[in-house]
């Protein structure tokens, strides 16, 4: 059983800083792309940044220059940097992988989500 494990989110105030870590754990012989997503209040769910296994990035236009996305392979950790946040950040933070279980095919695993509130 693969689960993925969010930690970080919390309050902060505009023009401060969190970071968001999610950690793959289970018997996992693989994990491909790894990514975080946001959903804000009354808004559909949107992809934040994704990271390839060979570190190769992409940022929705909105955090770019603003957030950081990265990886441990030996941990299974993705990782986002989030700096000059802003209240429009504010969502429910959920982080993504594809991930091979051992003796499976790559399956796609959702965490299970983490508040960031950003106060003006």
């Known amino acids: 059983q693969v689960q993925l494990v969010e930690s970080g989110g919390g309050l902060a105030q505009a023009g401060g800083s969190l970071r968001l870590s999610c950690a793959a754990k289970?018997?996992?012989?693989?994990?491909?792309?790894m990514a975080w997503y946001r959903q804000g209040p009354g808004k559909q769910r949107e992809l934040v940044a994704r990271?390839?296994?060979?570190?190769?990035?992409n940022y929705a236009d909105s955090v770019k220059g603003r957030f950081t996305i990265s990886r441990d392979n030996a941990q299974n950790t993705v990782y986002l940097q989030m700096n000059s946040l802003k209240p429009e950040d504010t969502a429910v933070y959920y982080c993504?992988?594809?991930?091979?279980?051992?003796?499976?095919?790559?399956?796609?695993?959702w965490g299970q989500g983490t508040q960031v509130t950003v106060s003006s």
């Open positions: 993504s992988a594809d991930v091979r279980p051992l003796g499976r095919a790559y399956t796609t695993y």
């Open positions: 990271i390839t296994s060979g570190r190769s990035t």
């Open positions: 289970g018997s996992i012989s693989g994990i491909a792309v």
